[in-house]
């Protein structure tokens, strides 16, 4: 238990991500070809309001303030998992999930003056972090602000590296906390540690009884201007030992929807990807059980959303789960990521009995020459076989594709087009399309010297060309996908609730050509029947807003 030096009731404010218009996002390659009104984006509810308001809007920088800022509103798993682990430490803590600029519930936070802002970098990078910590510092200039999670751990490993090639690039290393020649002065600790929990623990609790930084391992602090990086320990890492005591986490921040983890790691090593380089470590199902049902006992949780890559990884993984979930008969719809190859005529059965709502898939590409070169270890023939058995199921489905991998050629993105547009038509399922321009990060596979010499692959990040395509020509191939692919739809978040799920679907189609139409420069009659159809369809629709 904590000692409290701090006459303050408030022990620590946890923060786990940042929205602003303005904000420097790391997923800017995630291009937006929705269909837009006056900058909105038009999900189900504007464009009713649209029509109803004889196709304009009276409040069109709210609306779109409202929409972008959706994706945030949900809790952070990882925001909660701190906040679950200082509660059950003993410390008297505060979640503000997102830190928007100008926003009065954050000043209402620090009016409780924390002694301790404990910042999570799973969501944002460094210049958000800065943005963050100054703000935080003009209104709590005493305050100790720790920084740990998933940036830290990367720019720590960056260092690292800091005297490879393509590590030592100055575009590399200034966008990261401990090779900048601008470092973020307002952090006074961070943590970075892999998980780093023992650390933050131990890290309050000697601060706290008056100790200081100097001998505790996997911090990392400024000393008169010079960086002091203590030794490494790694710490033990058990997804049960972090298990989320649900009946203690504030009613305020739950909702509907809540996020919930089964595994941390990734055994896989997609050359695209930087977060899989770990051990993989699972949640026992009894542990989970009982976290779900203590989910289920609050009464207000509808849709449980898995946020971890790879807890359906296996067929197995998934029958054993599915079963358990069916037979303690738990009240909730859920939502996951899954790979194809869990995907067999038994889980889908399974997975429609224990109500399933939504699967995210990370296909990557329908090209055979791609996938292998990008090392997904998946078949396209996996893909068509999984697809068409979540089709014929109603299903819903998120699907993910890279463009500009290297490898990929026009060909490959055409392969890509015709298997997208293959995929089997269902008027009652909806298949988002999520489309990413290859990012070519640091500490991912493809970014080391051999892949590099091996593809003459030259840059970093969103600028960059390979023996087979360069960045430029990503952008106009990503163009080309959006509008030439046919049935999947771009997702609005719509935030609706289908009265006819037919009607629903058909809407969405109908939005999306005419999106689709906008940005192939269709004549204007085309477009203006669309947008009539869009109007007639939009007026049936009955929705509940979510
Ligand atoms: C699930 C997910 C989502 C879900 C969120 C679900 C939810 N409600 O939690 C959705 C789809 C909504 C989403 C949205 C976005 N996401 Co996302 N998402 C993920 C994903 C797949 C898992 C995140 C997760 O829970 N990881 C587990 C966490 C808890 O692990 P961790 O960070 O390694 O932390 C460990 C420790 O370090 C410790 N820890 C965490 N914080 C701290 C802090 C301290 C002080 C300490 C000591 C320890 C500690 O806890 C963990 C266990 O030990 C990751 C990719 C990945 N596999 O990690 C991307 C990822 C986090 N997302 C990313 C991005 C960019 C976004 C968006 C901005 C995309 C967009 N443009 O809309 C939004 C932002 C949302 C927001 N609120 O800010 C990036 C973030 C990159 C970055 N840091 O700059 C990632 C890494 C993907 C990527 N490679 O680009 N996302
Ligand atoms: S992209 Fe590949 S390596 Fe990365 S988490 Fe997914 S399966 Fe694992």
């Known amino acids: 238990m904590v000692k409290k030096i701090f006459s303050n009731k408030l022990d620590a404010l946890v923060i786990g991500s940042h929205f602003s218009n303005e904000r420097v996002d790391t997923m800017h390659h995630v291009d937006d070809f929705r269909l837009h009104c006056e900058g909105v984006p038009m999900s189900i509810p504007n464009l009713k309001e649209y029509f109803n308001n004889g196709r304009r809007f009276t409040d069109a920088h709210r609306r779109s303030f409202r929409e972008r800022y959706r994706p945030y509103r949900q809790l952070c798993y990882s925001a ?48 958000t972090v800065r943005a963050v910590a100054k703000d935080i510092r003009e209104y709590l200039p005493q305050a100790i602000i720790i920084a740990g999670g998933n940036y830290v751990r990367h720019s720590y490993r960056i260092w690292q590296k800091r005297n490879q090639p393509y590590y030592n690039d100055p575009e590399v290393i200034n966008k990261y906390f401990f090779t900048t020649s601008n470092p973020v002065n307002e952090i006074d600790v961070f943590i970075y540690d892999a998980h780093g929990e023992k650390t933050l623990v131990n890290l309050m609790n000697t601060l706290t009884q008056g100790g200081n930084v100097q001998h505790l391992p996997n911090v990392i602090f400024y000393k008169d201007h010079e960086m002091v990086v203590n030794k490494e320990e790694p710490e033990k890492f058990s997804m049960d030992e972090y298990h989320i005591s649900w009946k203690n986490i504030p009613r305020e921040l739950l909702s509907t929807v809540v996020p919930f983890s089964m595994t941390y790691g990734c055994p896989f090593n997609c050359g695209f990807c930087n977060f899989a380089q770990l051990g993989m470590t699972e949640k026992s199902m009894d542990v989970a059980f009982q976290e779900l049902r203590d989910i289920a006992e609050l009464g207000i949780v509808q849709k449980i959303w898995f946020t971890d890559d790879n807890f359906l990884l296996t067929p197995s993984k998934v029958e054993q789960f599915c079963q358990r979930f069916i037979d303690e008969g738990l ?202 159809e869009l109007e007639l369809h939009t007026s049936a629709l009955l929705i509940r807003e979510n």
Not at 100 to 107: Q, V
Request: proline share 5%; net charge neutral.
């Open 80 to 127: 909660l998992h701190i906040y679950n682990l200082l509660q059950r430490e003993g410390f008297e803590v505060r979640l503000l999930n997102c830190h928007l600029p100008d926003d009065p519930s954050r000043l209402k936070l620090y009016r409780e003056n924390p002694p301790y802002i404990i910042i999570s970098t799973t969501y944002i990078n460094m210049e």
């Open 331 to 532: 009240p909730f719809s859920w939502m996951s990521f899954i790979r194809a190859s869990s995907i067999t005529p038994r889980t889908v059965e399974l997975m429609k009995k224990s109500n399933v709502e939504l699967l995210v898939l990370g296909l990557e590409s329908g090209s055979p020459t791609v996938l292998q070169a990008m090392n997904k270890r998946d078949k396209v023939s996996h893909y068509q076989k999984a697809m068409s058995l979540l089709l014929a199921n109603d299903i819903d489905t998120e699907l993910a594709f890279v463009f500009g991998f290297p490898g990929e050629t026009d060909d490959t993105v055409s392969e890509t087009i015709n298997f997208i547009n293959s995929l089997p038509y269902s008027p009652t399922q909806i298949s988002y399309l999520y489309i990413f321009k290859f990012h070519l990060v640091p500490l991912s596979p493809i970014f080391e010297k051999d892949a590099r010499l091996r593809w003459n692959l030259q840059g970093n990040f969103l600028n960059y060309r390979h023996k087979t395509m360069d960045s430029d020509h990503v952008d106009s191939v990503m163009r080309r996908v959006a509008i030439e692919t046919v049935s999947p739809v771009f997702n609005y978040l719509d935030g609706v609730t289908h009265v006819n799920k037919k009607q629903l679907v058909h809407t969405m189609r109908i939005r999306d050509t005419l999106a689709r139409a906008i940005l192939a420069n269709s004549s204007t009659s085309t477009i203006e029947t669309l947008w009539n």
